[in-house]
């Protein structure tokens, strides 16, 4: 275990807290430090608000002096990605198009943190409209991996996967569409965790592809993981599509479930393409549940291979629609040079939004266009249902699955051109949210060269409970996560 406070767990940190041996205001004011020290390399954070964060650790300190501490999250720092709306503060989702605006209002997700004592530290950064894989694509430039600076954390909530490897926040928020929390998290060795889709709110999230966006944690470990998750989940009359159910304690079913469990292999995921250090952490993980009696099974999902045009299809449908909304009228930037209406839609819209955001929206209009409609769109979503089907055939025969969850470990900053090359990042993710099941990250080993590798365990529908007690049986025989980049 670290000495240090900005590297210690949630779990270790709420303990301190609450036996007076550490102040919130001095774990924030370690947090703080430290995000000054290393974030001018690091750069995961768009804007922070120093003064409120020592605001809210006070107030977390008065309230424990009080006897009214609100649980484990309660004077804790934790970081938001530049997508998640807090009251007052800053909300661009690293675009031109926002740079200006601040959130009248605070997302669900927010309002929950806030009650449970957190103390809301910083905006942090990703691709734009979390359009990406690396961060590369946010418009006010891309934050570095602390592994190694000359590479990406990945993305797009790269700001979020770096700030924690950093020690400059003790738990992140982050948003998945494809693969955006699990991916950084493997890239920069932490845990990440995409819950079912319906299982948190996205209220006051900046919507990218409405059928696909969850918004989960990333942590030091999986218990971390499981304490922000019983935080933030749960039914919200404000999104339609969440889901009406009672939310376990997570943390107290980590220590029900012991296994063994059914964990089967996709043999698509173990294909051409696969980094072979990749591969071979991930085949001694297998190894290591086999060793504790857990059945391995090969299985198949026969449909993989159209996840990524089913998904690319989807996404930027959805995107061009969600992005309408920014047309220099209500929202973000406003060209100052419009002769009239159209004018206005089209200069504010091409000076505010970058190229990867535009060529979402052309793709996706293109795909929604009538004519092309039934060939493009109404196609994925029948492709869709198959590929849904393949994951709920598999469960009838294991609990969960383990794959990959990057082919390869971090890559160098400006190394990836091609947008196909980046999409490919993805190839290991994408289908978990085509079909809206949950899915986390858990550090697996590094490289030879010290980059971090993460394994994928993806579980059934609204079984977190049971996915986390599996990557928690893992990480209890490695110590993987308790390492720490050097800056
Ligand atoms: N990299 C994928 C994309 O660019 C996924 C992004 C995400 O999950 N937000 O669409």
């Not at 998904?311 to 995107?319: F, G, L, V």
Request: hydrophobic share 40%; proline share 5%.
């Amino acid at each position: 275990m670290s000495s240090e406070l900005h590297f210690k767990s949630i779990a270790d940190l709420s303990g301190l807290l609450e036996n007076r041996q550490v102040s919130s205001v001095e774990l924030t004011t370690a947090v703080i430090g430290r995000t000054k020290a290393v974030d001018a390399r690091v750069r995961a954070f768009n804007s922070f608000d120093e003064s409120g964060a020592l605001a809210q650790a006070a107030a977390s300190d008065a309230r424990r002096g009080a006897g009214k501490a609100r649980g484990p999250l309660d004077g804790i720092p934790v970081g938001l990605k530049d997508v998640i709306a807090v009251a007052n503060q800053p909300l661009t989702a690293s675009s031109r198009m926002l740079a200006n605006f601040v959130s009248p209002y605070d997302a669900t997700v927010t309002v929950r943190l806030k009650d449970a004592g957190a103390v809301l530290w910083g905006r942090l950064n990703c691709d734009e409209f979390a359009m990406g894989s690396s961060t590369e694509n946010s418009a006010f430039g891309p934050t570095a991996n602390p592994w190694d600076l000359s590479r990406v954390p990945g993305g797009s909530s790269g700001g979020s996967s770096a700030a924690l490897a950093a020690g400059e926040a003790i738990a992140t928020l982050g948003s998945d569409t494809g693969g955006s929390i699990r991916q950084p998290a493997a890239l920069c060795g932490v845990v990440g965790l995409k819950p079912t889709y319906g299982l948190v709110s996205r209220y006051g999230l900046v919507a990218f592809a409405s059928s696909l966006d969850q918004i989960g944690p990333f942590a030091r470990t999986v218990e971390d993981a499981a304490i922000v998750l019983s935080t933030i989940a749960g039914h919200d009359p404000h999104d339609s599509t969440s889901f009406k159910a009672a939310v376990p304690d997570y943390r107290a079913e980590l220590k029900q479930r012991r296994g063994p469990w059914r964990l089967g292999i996709p043999q698509e995921y173990f294909g051409a393409g696969l980094d072979p250090e990749v591969n071979a952490a991930v085949q001694r993980a297998i190894a290591f549940y086999e060793a504790r009696g857990c059945t391995i099974k090969e299985v198949s999902l026969p449909h993989t291979q159209y996840c990524l045009d089913t998904y690319y299809i989807i996404a930027t449908a959805e995107a061009s629609s969600n992005l309408a909304r920014f047309d220099g009228v209500r929202y973000g930037h406003r060209s100052k040079d419009a002769k009239d209406a159209v004018d206005l839609y089209f200069k504010s819209r091409s000076e505010g939004f970058g190229a990867e955001v535009k060529r979402r929206i052309i793709l996706g209009t293109y795909v929604l266009s009538s004519g092309y409609y039934d060939a493009y769109y109404l196609r994925a979503q029948k492709v869709r249902t198959l590929i849904r089907q393949d994951f709920l055939n598999a469960y009838r025969e294991v609990d969960a699955l383990l794959t990959p969850t990057s082919p390869a470990p971090a890559f160098k900053l400006g190394e990836k051109s091609d947008p196909l090359a980046l999409y490919l990042c993805d190839i290991y993710t994408i289908g978990v949210n085509l079909a809206g099941l949950p899915a986390v990250s858990v550090p697996c080993g590094f490289t030879g060269g010290g980059l971090p590798i993460g394994l994928q365990l993806i579980g059934q529908p609204f079984q977190e409970a049971e996915l986390l007690a599996i990557a928690r049986g893992y990480e209890e025989g490695h110590e993987w996560g308790q390492r720490h980049p050097v800056l």
